[in-house]
């Protein structure tokens, strides 16, 4: 079934498939090349933030596909991982699959953007397959556009992917937003502590996974530290540096963490387990409180009590390879 909503020209799969999508996302391929496929990643193609690089890696590996990095030229692309959704881009001619808001929206904000994007000749008609979160969903059903109930960072797929086998090294792991990269002499020469950096080479992407999976437990400030951690099972603390948000505000800072655990506990299988909510450490910016982060992170490390089903999140992937279509995907 396809569902128009001419008022916003915006368009959504809720179930089955309709013949028009499909030249939809052959727009989404690139040019003549039609094996590679256009994606939004927020970071330069060969090196940068780890999670805007999953964007890249995660549409590698479930479509068997190369990929091109999206020009920002208002053609059609694919949106995957990160917080690539903004007020232009809602309404730009993008393929949304997992993707989600950095924070609030104000809806007379939206309204402008689209006016103002429309005298510019830059709107589009983007398809919504799937978001990271119920939050971000919620922004775009109370702007007009439509959206299925499909929910998850594609990046909690990675143990489906690659599952190194590692043996613990560390009491904790740490990792800073990259927008608090300056308060990494704090940590340093703490016995126990492993720093884990969250700029990576794409070349050795899968590195990160490999430190992560040699600690006992991770304190990160970074969303995809935390969501690594929760994919792997490794019980994690989300770090706050007092007056360092990684967001404008404090209250913006919350907004994507939300969101992912919302589209988290949406993925429950077993639907009468509690909740999962990242226990907190607040740390004022001092040498002498660091010394004391492996105890204070193991009474606070938690794990999601329940197993994660993406088998939804994975079948509205819209270039799904061959051998993954009709597969669950249950995170254990």
């Not at 830059?122 to 919620?138: D, I, M, S, W």
């Amino acid at each position: 079934m396809l569902l128009r909503l001419n008022k916003e020209d915006n368009i959504s799969v809720l179930n089955g498939k309709d013949p028009s999508i499909d030249g939809i996302l052959k727009k989404c391929l690139a040019g003549k090349d039609s094996g590679k496929i256009t994606v939004c990643i927020a970071t330069d193609y060969a090196a940068g933030n780890y999670g805007d690089l999953l964007a890249r890696y995660i549409v590698e590996q479930l479509s068997g596909k190369a990929v091109v990095k999206y020009p920002e030229n208002n053609i059609y692309h694919l949106d995957s991982v990160g917080s690539v959704l903004n007020r232009n881009e809602m309404c730009s001619n993008a393929v949304v699959w997992g993707s989600g808001f950095l924070s609030p929206q104000a809806y007379y904000k939206i309204k402008l953007t689209k006016f103002r994007q429309w005298i510019r000749r830059k709107t589009g008609r983007p398809l919504y397959l799937a978001v990271r979160g119920k939050l971000t969903r919620e922004i775009l059903l109370k702007s007009g556009y439509q959206c299925p109930a499909v929910y998850a960072d594609p990046a909690l797929v990675m143990p489906q992917i690659y599952y190194p086998k590692q043996t613990k090294k560390f009491e904790l792991g740490i990792v800073l937003h990259w927008s608090q990269e300056k308060f990494i002499p704090l940590f340093e020469n703490i016995p126990g502590v492993k720093i884990i950096n969250i700029n990576r080479k794409y070349e050795t992407l899968n590195t990160f996974v490999d430190e992560i999976l040699q600690c006992k437990a991770v304190l990160s400030s970074s969303l995809h530290g935390l969501i690594i951690a929760n994919a792997y099972k490794i019980p994690c603390v989300r770090l706050k540096i007092l007056n360092n948000p990684i967001a404008a505000s404090e209250h913006k800072d919350d907004f994507k963490f939300e969101d992912y655990l919302s589209g988290l506990n949406s993925c429950k299988c077993e639907k009468d387990k509690a909740d999962y909510i990242f226990n907190t450490l607040f740390l004022k910016p001092g040498k002498e409180q660091c010394g004391i982060l492996i105890n204070q992170v193991q009474t606070k490390a938690t794990v999601p009590d329940f197993k994660i089903d993406l088998t939804p999140l994975i079948q509205a992937f819209p270039f799904l390879a061959e051998r993954y279509k009709g597969r669950k995907f249950i995170i254990d």
